[in-house]
């Protein structure tokens, strides 16, 4: 028995270093080492052995199974290595890599980053809200008579159940009032939804930023100020900014905002608009809240709001609104540098 042993000891490790390649070395472990392999088919012979011999001929059959175990490891390393040095040896090394495609910012995301960075300086906090909205939160808390056109179907997407896809993020300023007593100093990007025939400058979703301040003795003063740093930010420190009085139900007084600027190539262009929170809003608001938390005898704000698409397009100097949102890559390659 321990010549056995020896003999296939010896026969296994010379074959071994016979084996060239994955599918050698297979056979190998199948040949000697399975369960139909040579040391299984010698181990079953141990019943012909004395008892008393069979613990030194049990050690002598682990120590072959070990030895041939082990050199199976080493081989099978040695190929692994061999493979690795032979497919390097088929590349140059030397030869400049494939660059990896690199992605960039879609210029309406740069812009509204720019944007809630630079209102952030100025304290202001990011609110969100629902697109579907209903109507006491997109009209009727914001001063919007029953007749006015916002409110018509032509103008406004409604569904079924009565509530309406947003026309502003004016609503989530509603919301934040409703919920957080002054002072409130918010902005609030987002989609909003109109019944806009879609052309080179209007689509029926787009992105505004509108804004809310609130607390004592808050003045147009400030609302100038606050929109003047804002808007010498985004183009530049020489940029000008008027404000001509308008109307909107929710502010008063209220104003459009108009900007001359070097990048927007010297013209005067209408960009916002904006206007002291009205104190109907106020009165809407404590009547929902059940408080005086907002009563205009005490409080005062102001409100502004843009369009984010129409800024980009001046910005990127974008002819088209349509092709903000049209995913054509040729164009949005242009935007690598942002």
């Known amino acids: 028995m321990e010549a056995e042993i020896a003999s296939l000891q010896a026969a296994a490790l ?3 270093e016979t084996v060239g390649d994955r599918s050698s070395l ?3 472990k199948v040949k000697y080492l399975g369960k139909q392999g040579e040391i299984t088919k010698l181990s079953e012979g141990m019943r012909h052995v004395a008892k008393e011999d069979r613990p030194r001929f049990g050690k002598a059959l682990n ?12 081989r099978e390393q040695a190929l692994a290595s061999q493979a690795d040095a032979a497919a390097l040896s088929r590349v140059d090394i030397s030869l400049p890599g494939i660059p ?4 960039a910012l879609h210029p309406l995301t740069h812009l509204l980053d720019r944007a809630v960075r630079i209102f952030r300086r100025l304290g202001f906090a990011v609110a969100e809200g629902p697109d579907i909205e209903d109507e006491w939160h997109c009209f009727d808390a914001l001063n919007t008579p029953p007749d006015h056109p916002a409110r018509n179907e032509q103008d406004t997407f409604y569904l079924p159940d009565g509530r309406l896809l947003r026309t502003h993020t004016s609503t989530v300023q509603i919301r934040v ?21 879609v052309d080179a400058t209007h689509l029926a979703q787009f992105t505004q930023m509108e804004g809310l301040y609130v607390d004592r003795n808050v003045s147009v003063a400030d609302l100038k100020g606050t929109t003047e740093y804002f808007f010498r930010q985004l183009f530049g420190s020489e940029t000008e900014v008027r404000f001509r009085p308008h109307f909107f139900p929710f502010t008063e007084p209220s104003y459009e905002i108009d900007i001359r600027a070097k990048s927007l190539g010297g013209k005067w262009m209408e960009l916002a608009g904006c206007g002291m929170v009205d104190p109907a809003v106020f009165e809407a608001i404590c009547q929902k809240r059940g408080d005086r938390a907002f009563d205009p005898d005490v409080v005062s704000g102001f409100a502004f709001g843009f369009g984010l698409d129409r800024l980009a ?3 990127a100097q974008v002819p088209d609104i349509r092709m903000l949102v049209e995913n054509d890559l040729r164009f949005l390659k242009q935007f690598s540098a942002l």
């Open 100 to 103: 990896a495609e690199q992605g």
């Open 313 to 315: 397009m001046n910005l």
């Open 14 to 16: 010379a074959e071994i």
């Open 26 to 28: 297979d056979a190998f």
């Open 177 to 197: 009032m409703e919920n957080q007593a002054p002072p409130v100093r918010i902005i609030a990007p987002g989609a909003a939804y109109r019944r806009d025939e």
């Open 63 to 74: 120590e072959l199974r070990q030895s041939v175990t082990s050199r199976v490891e080493e």
